[in-house]
């Protein structure tokens, strides 16, 4: 039996897989010790532990400990001279307008951050060498003083020549053992000082609190008589052992959009669609990535809470475009939507708990597409009145009736996620219309068709269980790690032969990787350049097709990047200017084999219902269908509602709805 | 003209702010010279047909206030009407509507049905555009002496860039052709996404839905500006800052500003301000104008209002010609930020008077623009970075450390990349400067200190900065910040004071110490909280303890 375990900020999802049957669980989350509520979510599904072969978790728990300042203490060590280079920053401001700015607060007070005489070149040859004695005389004299648990050094041009970093953490090691030291060339071996240094004090912050947190989990396990594998998820949409996870702490920022993000692709490949535009519509926001090819895109920089990480992570915009964002009118008169969000508590009007501002649940439920009585399968009734209430102002304000205003409320959100698609697409060179949307999340389903068409889409996948896909992902993700290496190098025929070798050799060091962390097996590799024009400052990512990796040369590079180049900022394809390389980037991963399905929950035939929906101006009457009642292939004219167990689907005028084979939902505009 | 309904409004005109931030994003990310792709001293935007700004990618403040200005000279000899599929215009000039050399404006028409419904547009401070020395001639006594100059003009794309006369009249000129070509490209390319978008959205809501909602955002911030006026004290209020000194003689260079408060509108007058001067310290009229506007924009509104020409209707300048702030031609104006600094200082000092809980005390606020380069056998090797100092602190927060000042929203460059590009320097230090800032019940931010070690010989520096002998000032009891110095330590020992406007040769081994300073105190220093005295004392960005004094005189 497969499982996956997800700790979302409101409910915990669980998702077990075992030939064709699945159980899907939900538990309210309990935010001070995530794993409480993943066992309470273990307990509450039934499941016999000691039948679980793969357990896959996600968890906010890194994310949290930097969003709260909960990490280990920790020393930074910069060059001599640069101390305050997480204190600098980047010298410029998010927001031109804001006199009371604040920069983004590293997680590390100056008083903890120390500097060491050494300095590399940008060569990586040495210009002052490494001052053992004042190490030793002073900077662990002070180390120990400060009782950290962790230490994280960065020095400059260390991305070139790691050997000043592992001597000094040598010796801090030898002096305060127990105390975890992470350098900068281990988290980051790229150029650029302040990303690096950000990402390793960001890992030596989250290590011991992840370290602590799967210990724990794992000894729950082992007593409760699991005998399986413990995975843990990672930003980058892969896999790795717990074990392992606790070297590499930051990957696992982030990891719950990712899931979503797996499992959505997964789950679409098996209707063979695999150019995908995913969009995840939770309660406070929206999560949208591009998957070309059955693989999301990657982004090669994130960042927390304004501060940088440079590790490769799915490439995953977020807009504040959720179920509970609220509806207002600014003060020029301009009606907007997000990203306030009325949250779980109040929540949306409709919860009855208080809120009293419109959020975009109750303008479904004026329109009609959400009944009050029939919200997440019956378990929770909606006041239905409250959401009209609520809308009135706005209604009254713009002289609207109250399903127009809530109707406006919906095309705002709509327009925001339009826009947070078009910046992974045609912002990137890349058009919707080639891709198929795929909408999960409790809200996902309801906005997908107008969003659809807002781009020009024309096919629509929805999965089955959309509100638990990021479980999903869990279980049906691969293993993977990445490995990149700052190499600047002039773009010829012999920096293409040495950008063959450098793979060759990160290739190796993947695979030992793997084999150390005990997962054997074949493993497929991804290998990107990242190039740019001589003179540029930020490069550009082009992936090497596997088979010309041995045949790599100058012309042949130099014109994939050209092409790049062009389809994201409409110049360069003709430039007549030299090229050079500058980061090598390979990604390993090792496929889990079977993909485990995610059937939808069958009840007997029932008959549909009749609703009425408020739609472009005019109430229509429709069929409302039970998703767990739909045969295969039956095809459903719009308009009509298809409601699920944690999603309800909206099929507009125009479109045709057919569950496939796959269990998959697929919505097609006609002609 | 059509009436818009909300919908068509929130969603055109977010789509129009949208393409404006996404043709910034990638002006700086396809560019090439260190001051636009690490520095990111460059803006873009989308223009109506009339030449009034409607979105703008918000990246340098003092680019983005008169781009209509700048692009009002273009149409004024290039009619609208007569413009064709193409074309691009052209303007750098500081006496018709541009500010200084360096940022070289150029407007895209956008062409939907064979009419213009709009400008893509884009600014980038370009390296080196020629001139007496290279990236920055502080002895130019003229604006010839400057660079380059294009008055507002027009050219075909095809026929005059890309190979053209004009392109190569440019490659003639400066002295780094290869990235101040590329950054002329990355600026067209720029300028091609929004004519792309803004054509994209005509085809999705139709022509005349574009333009009404352009007009619309204009008059929506002017609403919401207004609205904010309104909710101000009424009166008359008066500040005054002062520009150093010219960099010849020691008198400092005095700005008034006059500003009063009627009902929904605010009207600025600087007479009293000093004559123009013999060197670069000169403010165009659009850059006095941007830098009253920034001002009271940051004051009187909250950051998400949108900055467009509607936002610039409720507020008048008058600016005496022949001023500081209004120089007759040739006066040189490269170093025009810092008197534009002091004009942002007085008025917010002004407005002190009228809204303390919305201003903020004297920062820094200074551009610093320190300059090496270097003539190898390759050719010229030119390195130019801004430097900022610390904020003023306000009645509720510290003042930012060590960022770029208010006008302006430079990055630094990563010191690994200028290891990688540069062979002639390396920066050896790069430190918040403890107690430059002013006390008071919250302090001004830290300045900071940059180390410059010199690796080769016949390396030549030049630098503007200011603020090395007044220091700025606090409110309601703050104390000020300290002020700034630049010394070359040279190899032999000896100590070289430089003054804030200076250039000098330089050899190997010597070492450049900058120090900007830090923000002035907002309140007295006695009602410090003292839990952030005792952080300040841990983390060693005081070396003092107020207190001390205070206990002493005490017993």
């Known amino acids: ?671 | 003209m059509i009436q818009l309904g909300p919908i068509d409004y929130a969603v055109i005109s977010q789509a129009l702010i949208a393409s404006a931030r996404e043709m910034g994003v990638k002006l700086i990310r396809s560019a090439y010279s260190t001051i636009l792709r690490e520095a990111r001293d460059g803006s873009a935007g989308l223009m109506d047909r009339f030449g009034n700004t409607v979105a703008q990618a918000e990246l340098i403040p003092m680019q983005l206030g008169p781009i209509g200005e700048t692009l009002r000279a273009c149409l004024r000899r290039h009619p609208v009407e007569t413009l064709e599929e193409g074309d691009f215009l052209i303007n750098n000039d500081p006496f018709e509507g541009g500010q200084h050399i360096p940022d070289v404006f150029i407007f895209t028409p956008i062409f939907v049905a064979g009419r213009v419904v709009g400008f893509g547009a884009s600014v980038a401070h370009h390296l080196d555009l020629g001139g007496g020395a290279p990236g920055l001639n502080i002895h130019a006594s003229d604006v010839y002496q400057e660079g380059l100059r294009f008055p507002p003009s027009k050219y075909d794309f095809q026929r005059d860039w890309n190979g053209g006369s004009f392109e190569r009249l440019v490659t003639a000129n400066v002295r780094v052709p290869d990235l101040t070509i590329g950054d002329f490209n990355a600026q067209f390319a720029a300028n091609a996404i929004g004519v792309m978008r803004v054509k994209q959205l005509c085809e999705r809501y139709g022509t005349d839905k574009v333009e009404a909602a352009m007009k619309d955002m204009q008059d929506y911030s002017e609403r919401r500006v207004r609205a904010a006026i309104a909710l101000a004290p009424k009166g008359t209020f008066y500040g005054e800052d002062a520009v150093d000194d010219d960099g010849l003689t020691d008198e400092p260079l005095v700005v008034k500003a006059k500003v009063t408060i009627s009902e929904d509108s605010v009207e600025i007058d600087f007479e009293g301000t000093c004559a123009q001067v013999k060197r670069n310290l000169n403010c165009p009229y659009s850059s006095t104008l941007s830098a009253a506007l920034s001002c009271v924009k940051s004051v009187l509104t909250s950051p998400d209002i949108p900055y467009n020409e509607g936002m610039a209707r409720p507020i008048t300048i008058k600016v005496p010609y022949g001023s500081l702030l209004n120089p007759r031609p040739p006066a040189p104006v490269r170093a025009r930020m810092i008197p534009a600094y002091r004009v942002f200082n007085a008025v917010m000092k002004a407005l002190a008077q009228a809204l303390p809980d919305k201003v903020i005390a004297t920062g820094f606020d200074c551009t610093t623009a320190f300059c090496l380069s270097h003539l190898g056998e390759k050719g010229y090797s030119v390195y130019l970075e801004i430097f900022g100092g610390g904020y003023g602190a306000s009645r509720g927060t510290d003042g930012c450390d060590a960022v770029d000042s208010p006008l302006s929203n430079c990055s630094n460059a990563p010191v690994e990349s200028l290891d990688i590009d540069y062979d002639f320097f390396r920066i050896v230090g790069y430190e918040l400067a403890p107690d430059s800032f002013g006390l008071g019940a919250r302090r001004g931010g830290a300045g900071f200190t940059r180390h410059c070690e010199i690796l080769r010989d016949d390396v030549q520096l030049a630098i503007y900065s200011d603020r090395f002998r007044l220091a700025p000032q606090g409110l309601l009891g703050g104390e000020p910040g300290q002020r700034g110095y630049c010394r070359v330590h040279r190899a032999n020992g000896t100590v070289e004071e430089l003054r804030s406007k200076a250039a000098i040769d330089l050899a190997k081994g010597d070492i450049v110490e900058m120090f900007v300073g830090g923000g002035a105190g907002f309140g007295r220093v006695e009602e410090r909280p003292d839990a952030m005295i005792d952080r300040d004392l841990a983390d060693g960005l005081l070396t003092r303890d107020p207190r001390a004094a205070r206990k002493l005189a005490a017993e």
Not at chain 1, 163 to 176: F, K, V, W
Request: some cysteine; proline content about 6%; overall charge negative.
């Open chain 1, 1 to 671: 039996m497969r499982v996956g375990v997800e700790v979302g900020g409101t409910f915990t999802d669980l998702v077990a897989v075992e030939g064709g049957r699945i159980v899907v669980t939900k538990v309210p989350s309990t935010p001070r010790s995530p794993d409480v509520g993943a066992f309470a979510a273990l307990t509450a599904s039934g499941i016999d532990l000691s039948r679980i072969k793969d357990l896959g978790h996600g968890s906010t728990v890194a994310t949290n400990a930097v969003l709260e300042r909960k990490g280990a203490a920790v020393a930074f060590i910069a060059t001599q001279g640069f101390r305050d280079l997480l204190f600098m920053q980047r010298h410029d401001r998010r927001n031109i307008y804001d006199l009371f700015y604040a920069k983004p607060a590293p997680p590390v007070r100056r008083k903890d951050c120390f500097e060491t005489p050494e300095r590399l070149r940008a060569d990586g040859s040495v210009e002052t060498p490494l001052d053992e004695a004042a190490i030793r005389a002073k900077l662990i004299p002070a180390l120990k003083a400060g009782d950290y648990r962790a230490v994280a050094i960065c020095l400059l041009n260390a991305y070139a020549n790691p050997d000043h970093e592992q001597r000094l953490a040598a010796l801090i090691t030898e002096a305060l053992p127990g105390v975890l030291v992470t350098c900068s060339h281990q988290v980051a071996r790229e150029f650029r000082e302040f990303e690096r240094a950000s990402t390793t004090l960001l890992s030596a912050y989250v290590q011991p609190v992840i370290d602590g947190y799967l210990h724990r989990f794992e000894a729950k396990l082992a007593d409760a008589g699991f005998t399986g594998r413990f995975t843990v998820m990672q930003s980058n949409g892969g896999r790795l052992p717990a074990e392992a996870m606790r070297q590499s702490a930051i990957t696992a920022l982030y990891s719950g959009p990712a899931a979503g993000v797996v499992g959505a692709t997964r789950q679409a490949a098996r209707s063979g669609y695999k150019d995908l535009i995913t969009f995840d519509m939770g309660g406070t926001s929206t999560d949208v990535c591009l998957v070309q090819d059955g693989r999301p895109s990657l982004a090669s920089e994130s960042e927390i809470d304004g501060l940088p990480i440079r590790t490769p992570v799915l490439d995953i915009v977020s807009v504040g475009a959720g179920g509970g964002s609220i509806a207002w009118v600014d003060d020029g008169g301009m009606l907007r939507v997000g990203p306030q969000s009325a949250g779980a508590d109040p929540g949306p009007a409709c919860y009855g708990k208080g809120g009293i501002e419109p959020a975009t649940t109750d303008a479904h439920i004026v329109i009609g597409t959400i009944r009050p009585g029939a919200f997440l399968g019956g378990r929770m009734t909606l006041d239905g009145e409250a959401a009209r209430l609520a809308f009135e102002p706005i209604a009254a304000r713009f002289g609207l009736g109250i399903e127009q205003a809530a109707s406006s409320a919906l095309q705002l959100a709509d327009a925001n996620i339009v826009r947070a698609i078009q910046l992974v697409s045609t912002e990137r060179g890349r058009d919707p219309r080639d891709y198929a949307l795929v909408p999960f999340g409790g809200a996902g389903p309801l906005h997908a068709a107008r969003i659809a068409e807002e781009l020009g889409i024309s096919t629509i996948v929805v999965p089955p269980n959309a509100g638990v896909i990021s479980a999903y992902g869990l279980v049906a993700s691969d293993y993977t790690k990445f490995d990149a290496v700052t190499r600047k190098m002039k773009l010829d025929d012999a920096a293409a032969a040495e950008a063959g070798k450098t793979f060759a050799e990160m290739r190796a060091r993947l695979a030992a990787q793997f084999a150390d962390m005990k997962l054997p097996g074949d493993l497929d590799y991804i290998h990107t350049l990242e190039m740019r024009f001589v003179g540029q400052a930020f490069e550009v990512g082009v992936e090497i097709p596997p088979d010309r990796l041995g045949s790599l040369d100058g012309a042949y590079l130099s014109g994939l990047f050209a092409d790049a180049h062009h389809r994201t900022f409409m110049h360069g394809a003709t430039l007549d200017r030299a090229v050079e390389i500058v980061t090598l980037r390979v990604g390993a991963t090792l496929p889990i084999g079977t993909v485990p399905r995610l059937d939808r929950e069958k009840l007997a035939g029932r008959a549909p219902g009749q609703a009425k929906i408020f739609h472009d101006e005019a109430w229509l009457d429709c069929a409302r269908y039970t998703a767990e009642a739909l045969a295969p292939g039956q095809k459903i004219i719009g308009p009509a509602v298809i409601e699920g167990y944690t999603a309800t689907t909206w099929v507009p005028p125009g479109w045709t709805a057919e569950l496939d084979p796959a269990d998959n939902l697929i919505l097609r505009r006609s002609a």
